[in-house]
C-alpha cells in the first residue's frame, strides 16, 4: 500500500503554520526580537534542579559521512565527556546503510554543576558485527566545537540548533535547550514560537520521509532488474534477458508509478496547503534541509530563482516550495543509495582479488549496470520536477534543481561508471 498524503495532514499543517503567523503578529506588537536577546536579564529564573543544569540534547540528522571499510555505514550518535559517553540513554538507534541519516531523538539529562562547565562532544559511530561496545568513531565533532551547557548562549532556556563539521568528514545537526523558565514575557513568547516552529519542522520531515521512503524502495528494485545473475557473471550460460542492455523505455515504464504517486501527493500539497504561508515558512527553515558538500556550507534557496513564482501571487498551476523540499531529500537518498552500491562493489572487487585489490579498478559490470538505471531514475525525476509543457517550465529552474547535492551526486556517477 502507497503511503500517501491526505487532506486532513495538510489541514493540521496549516493550522501551525497560521499560528506562527499570529505569533509572529504578536512579535511585532510587543516589539520582540527573536533569538531571546531582549528577554529581562534581571527577570526571576528557576530551573527544575539548582545541583543540576538540566538540558535536552535533539540529535536532528548528519550529512556526507564516510563510508566504513568500503561497505557504506550503519551509524549512529553519542554523547561524549572526557572521553566517556555520558550515560546509557545518550546514544542513538542505529540507522542501516546510510551516509546522510535522520534520527530525530531526544535526550533529557542532568549535568552537575561542577562538570557544567566541562566540554561535551558528539561522536559519529558505526555499528559493526560485535555490537555498539566495539563500534568505531567515523566522525566527531572538533575540540574547539565542544559544547559547554553552563555557555552564556544556552542561559535564556531557548533551543538552539547548532551544525557541526565532522572530523574528517561529514556535518551533524543538533538541537540544544537548556531547561528553565524565566519570568518575562518575551521569554513565553519566544517559546511559544520555538514549540510551534519544531512542530511544523517534524510534520514537514514526516510528509518527505514517507515520500522518499516509498521512492527509494521503487529506484531499489529497478536497479536489481539489472544486477547479473551468477551465471552471466561466470561467463556460463545464461538467459538473454539478464545480458540486455539498460534501455530508457524500460527504466521510465518502470517508474511511472513512483511518478504517479508523486504527481499525486505533490497535487494534494497543491491544492491543500497554505501556499502562501508555508512557502515564506519553508524559505526561513530550508538551510536545515539541503548542504552544499563541496564547500560544507549550508545553502539556502534564493527566491529570485523563482521569477516566475512569486510568493504574492502563488497558484496552483506554479508548484509549492514544498516539492523543492522532497526533490532535495530524493537526490539525498539517491546519494546513499549510490554510496551503498559503490561501496558494496568495493566490497566484492577485494573479495575476488584479496592480494591484488588496490582500490583503484573499475567496478564490475553488474554494479555498473545498476548505477545506469539509476542514473536515468535520477534524470527522470529532475525531469519530473522540471516539469517541460509545450517547451515551458511549469515547475523548477534546472539552476535550482542541479544545485548541491545534485552536482556531488552526479559526480559521484560519473566515477562509477568509469
Not at 41 to 48: F, I, L
Not at 111 to 123: K, N, T
Request: glycine share 6%; proline share 3%.
Amino acid at each position: 500500500m502507497q503511503p500517501s498524503i491526505c487532506k486532513q495532514q495538510c489541514v493540521k499543517l496549516n493550522n501551525v503554520i497560521a499560528a506562527i503567523k499570529q505569533l509572529d503578529n504578536v512579535f511585532n506588537e510587543l516589539n520582540i526580537k527573536k533569538g531571546g536577546d531582549r528577554i529581562n536579564s534581571n527577570a526571576v529564573r528557576y530551573e527544575p534542579d539548582p545541583n543540576f543544569v538540566t538540558v535536552a540534547v535533539t540529535v536532528v540528522r548528519a550529512f556526507d559521512l564516510p563510508l566504513v571499510d568500503s561497505i557504506s555505514a550503519d551509524p549512529f550518535v553519542r554523547l561524549i565527556q572526557n572521553g566517556q559517553q555520558v550515560n546509557s540513554n545518550t546514544a542513538t538507534k542505529v540507522i542501516r546503510r546510510n551516509l546522510n541519516p535522520v534520527w530525530n531523538e531526544k535526550w533529557e539529562f542532568g549535568v552537575p554543576l561542577q562538570y557544567s562547565r566541562d566540554a561535551f562532544d558528539f561522536e559519529v559511530c558505526n555499528e559493526d558485527n560485535f555490537g555498539l561496545a566495539s563500534s568505531k568513531v567515523i566522525g566527531k565533532t572538533r575540540i574547539q566545537d565542544g559544547v559547554s551547557f553552563n555557555d552564556r548562549i544556552f542561559q535564556d532556556y531557548l533551543t538552539h540548533e547548532m551544525t557541526f563539521n565532522l572530523e574528517p568528514k561529514g556535518q551533524l545537526v543538533v538541537r540544544v535547550l537548556r531547561k528553565g523558565e524565566i519570568d518575562d514575557r518575551e521569554f513565553w513568547v519566544q517559546k511559544s514560537m520555538e514549540t510551534l516552529r519544531f512542530t511544523a519542522e517534524k510534520m514537514i520531515r514526516v510528509f518527505t520521509d514517507k515520500i522518499v521512503r516509498f521512492a527509494e524502495v521503487m529506484w531499489t528494485r529497478i536497479s536489481q532488474q539489472y544486477k547479473l545473475s551468477n551465471s552471466i557473471l561466470g561467463g556460463l550460460v545464461g538467459s538473454k534477458k539478464d545480458a540486455a542492455p539498460v534501455k530508457d523505455i524500460e527504466v521510465e515504464a518502470a517508474l511511472t508509478p513512483l511518478l504517479e504517486y508523486l504527481d499525486n501527493n505533490l497535487t494534494t500539497f497543491n491544492e491543500n496547503l497554505d501556499r502562501l504561508q508555508l512557502d515564506r515558512f519553508l524559505t526561513d527553515i530550508y538551510h536545515y534541509l539541503g548542504t552544499d558538500q563541496a564547500s560544507l556550507k549550508v545553502e539556502t534557496v534564493d527566491l529570485t530563482d523563482f521569477e516566475a513564482m512569486s510568493l504574492n501571487e502563488a497558484s496552483l498551476d506554479k508548484p509549492s516550495l514544498m516539492a523543492l523540499v522532497v526533490w532535495h531529500e530524493l537526490v539525498i537518498r539517491m546519494n546513499s543509495s549510490l554510496g551503498a552500491l559503490h561501496a558494496s562493489g568495493r566490497a566484492a572487487l577485494a573479495k575476488s582479488n584479496p592480494g591484488g585489490f588496490t582500490g583503484k579498478e573499475p567496478l564490475g559490470e553488474s554494479e555498473k549496470r545498476q548505477v545506469a538505471a539509476l542514473e536515468l531514475v535520477l534524470e527522470y525525476l529532475k525531469a519530473f520536477f522540471y516539469c517541460d509543457l509545450d517547451g515551458r517550465c511549469c515547475g523548477f529552474p534546472l539552476k535550482v534543481l542541479e544545485r548541491g547535492k545534485y552536482r556531488d551526486t552526479r559526480f559521484l556517477i560519473e566515477s562509477m561508471l568509469r
